[in-house]
């Protein structure tokens, strides 16, 4: 920030608790669905002052393009078109079939909208999530099955279409 008004938050957005991408597959005779939630708050900097039409749009990249490979590895590599950075702290196995990675997002992606660059900011907590289930009940060991799955795009939730998730969005003082 260079100290100037126009560098000051002009919202907030608390993030639900729920997954805002995900993606479901199936190999051989084992299905996978992967899900990015994240949780914490973030700040989007609208300059000349809050233009909600704006910040909503530019919310909208937030889980747009999240790239998921090594889904069988102890961790994973999650990358998106806005450029978040994913810091893994924890992962478990949680019986029967899912793989839980939980970690430090940092947000901090600018989109150009009408010539106005709005920029969305913040370091929030992630949880990926990958279930995987067999159709016969032959083990819960899916480490060959998921590392032929080379890598998945997950299909994000795009905040604009949401009234639940708009309704977030609040003006700073």
Do not use: W
């Amino acid at each position: 920030m260079t100290g100037k008004a126009a560098d000051v938050p002009s919202f907030s957005f608390p993030l639900p608790r729920a997954p805002l991408a995900g993606a479901v597959t199936r190999i051989g005779k084992v299905s996978v669905a992967v899900r990015l939630a994240l949780d914490g708050v973030l700040d989007v900097t609208c300059p000349g002052g809050p233009d909600r039409a704006r910040a909503l749009a530019a919310l909208d990249a937030l889980a747009s393009g999240v790239f998921v490979q090594g889904m069988a590895s102890p961790e994973p590599r999650i990358s998106s078109d806005a450029g978040h950075r994913f810091r893994q702290l924890r992962s478990a196995h949680e019986p029967p079939s899912i793989l839980a990675f939980e970690g430090v997002c940092r947000t901090d992606f600018e989109r150009a909208l009408d010539g106005v660059r709005i920029r969305v900011t913040g370091e929030v907590d992630y949880r990926l999530e990958v279930h995987a289930t067999r159709e016969s009940a032959d083990g819960t060991d899916f480490g060959n099955e998921l590392a032929s799955i080379g890598g998945l795009v997950l299909i994000g939730t795009t905040i604009s279409d949401h009234p639940e998730l708009r309704d977030r969005l609040t003006a700073k003082p």
